[in-house]
């Protein structure tokens, strides 16, 4: 998915150098999300939970937008049209609809719900994103994950993967990165990562082990779901520091609860983040949108119906550091 914001803010992301537990952060805490329209005289409206002035990663998780459930014949669907990406994997979660995805790479592939769709921009990569004709409700999340310095100019990729659904202390959890509850997705990341759809009964709780060195976060879809001492309601999101090597779950609705989990080790490298691009500097920046708008370096998507996406305009002045609230 594109970041389809005309005046995107840029963002500089790292790591505290306490290695991303700082002292003032409470056990949970709890991050409110924005809505941000697409674009298009019906804009499909998405939650956007990361980044924010109050975290901006956790783990290499970078961005989370959470859309629907949208009605398509209200909404228009999602019609995003060919966009650059580099420095960055991205991950397509569906829990309702079906969207066509086509790559640069030549890739023509489809997201449906429980399956996993991971697109990595390495160098640099293109692609388009539209809601199929049988969709009537669209639902699910768009997620990224920074690559680390090392590993941010690889190869263009797409993975598909459909996870089990393991049945856990009566939830319903699908792996689809990482490990968890003894279930390992085979799909390669870049850093340690982890990524699971949890699906808790009605006035339920799941305790589950997790990795004591990764810093978490908990999306709600549906439900209200109570982390640790936090209440949670649908399109919060509870961050929680390394340190636990559990984390309990309590579902407080009479309905079943939705979540997803994220998870991983406290990105170390301090990262710029402007519209689809992942960099380290302004001038890395600068250059891609260059190269972006001269059609080279990203390549082209075929098969999709329609120009692609210009790139917004630069800030009139270089793009500063965010500081990372400690």
Not at 174 to 191: E, H, K, N
Not at 220 to 241: I, K, M
Not at 253 to 264: E, I, M, P
Not at 307 to 325: G, I, M, N, S, T
């Amino acid at each position: 998915m594109s970041n389809a914001e005309t005046t995107p803010a840029p963002v500089r992301c790292g790591t505290p150098a306490d290695g991303g537990r700082p002292s003032a952060v409470p056990p949970v805490q709890v991050l409110t999300a924005r809505d941000v329209p697409l674009g298009g005289p019906r804009a499909m409206t998405v939650r956007r939970t990361l980044p924010q002035r109050a975290r901006t990663m956790i783990g290499a998780w970078c961005f989370a937008d959470h859309y629907g459930p949208d009605d398509v014949s209200d909404t228009g669907g999602m019609d995003v049209a060919p966009h650059p990406h580099t420095g960055l994997q991205t991950v397509s979660w569906l829990f309702s609809g079906e969207i066509e995805h086509r790559d640069s790479l030549g890739s023509h592939a489809f997201v449906r719900p429980g399956e996993l769709n991971l697109m990595t921009g390495g160098h640099g990569i293109a692609h388009s994103e539209v809601s199929t004709p049988k969709t009537t409700v669209l639902h699910g999340v768009q997620l990224w994950v920074a690559l680390p310095d090392a590993h941010r100019n690889t190869e263009r990729d797409f993975q598909h993967h459909v996870p089990e659904c393991l049945r856990v202390d009566g939830a319903e959890v699908r792996v689809f990165l990482g490990a968890l509850a003894d279930a390992v997705s085979p799909v390669r990341t870049f850093t340690p990562l982890l990524g699971a759809e949890i699906l808790l009964p009605p006035r339920s709780a799941l305790t589950l082990a997790v990795d004591p060195r990764f810093e978490h976060g908990l999306l709600v879809d549906r439900g209200d779901v109570r982390l640790a001492d936090a209440l949670l309601r649908p399109a919060e999101l509870g961050y929680t520091a390394p340190g636990p090597d559990t984390l309990t779950l309590t579902n407080e609705s009479d309905d079943t609860a939705r979540a997803v989990l994220l998870g991983g080790t406290p990105f170390e490298e301090e990262i710029v983040m402007w519209w689809n691009f992942i960099c380290r500097s302004h001038e890395e920046v600068v250059q891609a949108r260059e190269e972006w708008a001269a059609g080279d370096r990203f390549g082209s998507v075929q098969g999709y119906d329609g120009d692609p996406l210009p790139a917004p305009e630069l800030p009139k002045v270089p793009l500063k550091p965010r500081r990372r609230a400690q």
